[in-house]
């Protein structure tokens, strides 16, 4: 039986096939969990939902603005309608805008914090809503980054919006604990996915300088984060709330 036999699971921003939501999505339906895949766009959602079908998979598309109170509203009603309840939420979408102090604009800011942590109050906001009206309890998952735990050059919006992630986790899980609905937060460091394949082409030389300072000698999977959600999300994490979980090959330890 999978570990998540029988439970019914979003994951938001999932429509890339290299990103870390469909890696979530795709590692979700192979344990046996109904996911609901949702993007921006919805062909590109429907692009992981289908692959996860083809597979022996469960999984529906929706088109999803993270950022819209409204659109959220229809993405847990379509689940409340379609399976009368939500397991497990992971609040996967994200946007990184890197500039220095001096060249970072309000807009820039603003937009980052609203991708970055205003969806995650949202979400969190409405999972737990319908959570508590099934009284079953559930798993949020809230993705932060390394940059939410230690300062990273360039990444002033994006640290700040990633730190806020953290703690509103952590308010979260005591809000909820004595309902049995558990929040935490996942911190991966770099990780494999398109949005390194351009820094790689940008900086070459600086690139691997970078990637050679992990103690481990190299970048992580996007499956690798997809089984940290994954625990999480199971059972076996039953009595794990308000905590973070780094996923960085050892940055953070030094």
């Known amino acids: 039986m999978g570990r998540l036999e029988g439970k019914i699971t979003l994951v938001t921003g999932a429509g890339n096939a290299r990103g870390l939501g469909a890696a979530t999505a795709q590692r979700f339906a192979e344990e046996g969990a109904f996911v609901y895949v949702t993007d921006l766009r919805l062909e590109d959602a429907e692009g992981v939902a289908a692959s996860i079908r083809e597979a022996g998979g469960q999984a529906e598309a929706l088109a999803q603005d993270v950022t819209s109170e409204a659109s959220w509203d229809d993405t847990i009603s379509a689940i409340?309608?379609?399976?009368?309840?939500?397991?497990?939420?992971?609040?996967?979408?994200?946007?990184?805008?890197?500039?220095?102090?001096?060249?970072?604009?309000?807009?820039?800011?603003?937009?980052?914090?609203?991708?970055?942590?205003?969806?995650?109050?949202?979400?969190?906001?409405?999972?737990?809503?319908?959570?508590?009206?099934?009284?079953?309890?559930?798993?949020?998952?809230?993705?932060s980054s390394i940059g939410g735990l230690v300062g990273v050059p360039m990444c002033g919006a994006y640290g700040a919006a990633k730190g806020g992630v953290r703690l509103f986790?952590?308010?979260?899980?005591?809000?909820?604990?004595?309902?049995?609905?558990?929040?935490?937060?996942?911190?991966?460091?770099?990780?494999?996915?398109?949005?390194?394949?351009?820094?790689?082409?940008?900086?070459?030389?600086?690139?691997?300088?970078?990637?050679?300072?992990?103690?481990?000698?190299?970048?992580?999977?996007?499956?690798?984060?997809?089984?940290?959600?994954?625990?999480?999300?199971?059972?076996?994490?039953?009595?794990?709330?308000?905590?973070?979980?780094?996923?960085?090959?050892?940055?953070?330890?030094?």
């Open 80 to 143: 409340e309608q379609g399976h009368g309840r939500l397991d497990v939420l992971v609040n996967n979408a994200g946007i990184a805008i890197l500039k220095p102090l001096q060249e970072l604009s309000l807009a820039d800011w603003e937009k980052q914090n609203k991708v970055n942590l205003d969806s995650v109050f949202l979400g969190t906001q409405r999972a737990v809503a319908l959570m508590r009206k099934v009284g079953h309890g559930g798993s949020i998952v809230n993705l």
């Open 169 to 254: 986790s952590k308010v979260v899980a005591l809000e909820c604990a004595a309902e049995g609905i558990r929040c935490n937060s996942v911190h991966p460091g770099m990780i494999e996915t398109a949005m390194q394949d351009v820094a790689r082409q940008d900086n070459p030389e600086g690139f691997k300088e970078i990637v050679s300072g992990i103690p481990m000698k190299r970048m992580g999977s996007p499956v690798d984060i997809a089984n940290m959600n994954l625990f999480l999300a199971s059972d076996e994490a039953n009595y794990v709330t308000g905590c973070e979980f780094t996923v960085d090959g050892g940055v953070t330890a030094m």
